[in-house]
């Protein structure tokens, strides 16, 4: 069993900042990657960043230069720092990891957070 929880969403003026967290736990045998995506009300389900194991990022083109993704290995975590807000940005934010949860077992699964509401307003 895996759980991921996010933390840190919020309402913030615009040209604000906020920092999302979000901790795997459970039976965890290695993290492949992880990331955030995002959906804001009417609209589809959308990548925001995503983090693999060595260390490499991705992010969508309306976030790149605002948004920061990190990770720590040792606590299953990953982060994202996001700087200069905008109401666009106003939506739930999910967490998301591929996971491998069996050594005997070399096949990895996609685990969801519950999700973080983040309102950007004035």
């Known amino acids: 069993q895996v759980q991921l929880v996010e933390s840190g969403g919020g309402l913030v003026q615009p040209g604000g900042s906020l920092r999302l967290s979000c901790a795997a736990s459970g039976r965890i045998f290695s993290i492949q990657s992880m990331g955030w995506y995002r959906q804001a009300p009417g609209k589809e389900r959308e990548l925001v960043a995503v983090i693999t194991s060595d260390g490499n990022t991705n992010y969508t083109d309306s976030v790149k230069g605002r948004f920061t993704i990190s990770r720590d290995n040792g606590k299953n975590t990953v982060y994202l720092q996001m700087d200069s807000l905008n109401p666009e940005d106003t939506a739930v934010y999910y967490c998301?990891?591929?996971?491998?949860?069996?050594?005997?077992?070399?096949?990895?699964?996609?685990?969801w957070g519950q999700g973080t509401r983040v309102a950007v307003s004035s």
């Open positions: 998301c990891a591929d996971i491998r949860t069996f050594t005997w077992r070399p096949l990895s699964t996609r685990y």
